[in-house]
């Protein structure tokens, strides 16, 4: 047995893998091939996909429009959705195959390193349909600070959001809960650094 043979790539990899392939080919794709590629929309790859561009150094407002594409997708999960269905000016958005694969080669180690600890099926009453209705809310306001033009503020909540759609990938209930832990770490922080700018933009406008 080789024993420096590499582990095998978990579900979110090869399916990161597959849609970079499928962009490869197509050139560009859209928001609503980018959740339907793999076949039936999964509310997990969803979130993952979702929230990978916004750690991903992308010119442009791109962690505005992922962020708001996730709140459409918390919103689905509040109201108890089996399959994400993104607004047509939404949907159409396409991006094309060089970001797909910037988004992969940034995101690819941070996924990997999560993969590793995931065991499938661990305390799964915590990542069953049920508890899945409840992460609605906890992923819209990991999407809002997502959104939010916050220098440097989109590592901790797409890292949370990362271990949620991964742990609901894999029935991991104790990667969810992780991942909602640092959920709420990810939003003190960005509350903290809003409000430390608007005490900024205040102390300038009173100088």
């Not at 750690?55 to 709140?71: E, K």
């Not at 069953?128 to 916050?150: C, E, M, N, S, T």
């Amino acid at each position: 047995m080789n024993e420096s043979a590499s582990p095998e790539p978990g579900e979110a990899t090869q399916r990161m893998r597959r849609l970079s392939e499928h962009a490869t080919a197509a050139g560009s794709v859209s928001f609503d091939e980018l959740l339907s590629t793999m076949g039936r929309a999964s509310i997990a790859f969803a979130i993952l996909i979702l929230a990978l561009p916004a750690l991903t150094p992308i010119p442009g407002p791109f962690g505005f429009v992922f962020g708001s594409c996730l709140a459409v997708v918390s919103l689905q999960i509040l109201a108890g959705y089996s399959r994400i269905r993104l607004p047509s000016f939404l949907g159409r958005r396409r991006v094309s195959a060089e970001t797909i694969e910037l988004i992969f080669r940034y995101t690819a180690p941070l996924v990997t390193r999560i993969e590793a600890f995931l065991k499938r099926n661990r305390m799964r009453h915590l990542a069953g349909p049920r508890a899945q209705a409840l992460l609605g809310l906890p992923v819209l306001l990991l999407a809002i600070a997502v959104a939010l033009p916050i220098p440097f503020g989109n590592f901790l909540p797409v890292g949370a959001l990362v271990m949620i759609a991964l742990g609901l990938m894999e029935r991991d209930g104790l990667v969810i809960m992780m991942g909602l832990g640092l959920g709420v770490i990810a939003l003190i922080a960005s509350a903290g650094l809003v409000f430390a700018a608007m005490q900024g933009v205040g102390w300038i406008i009173a100088t």
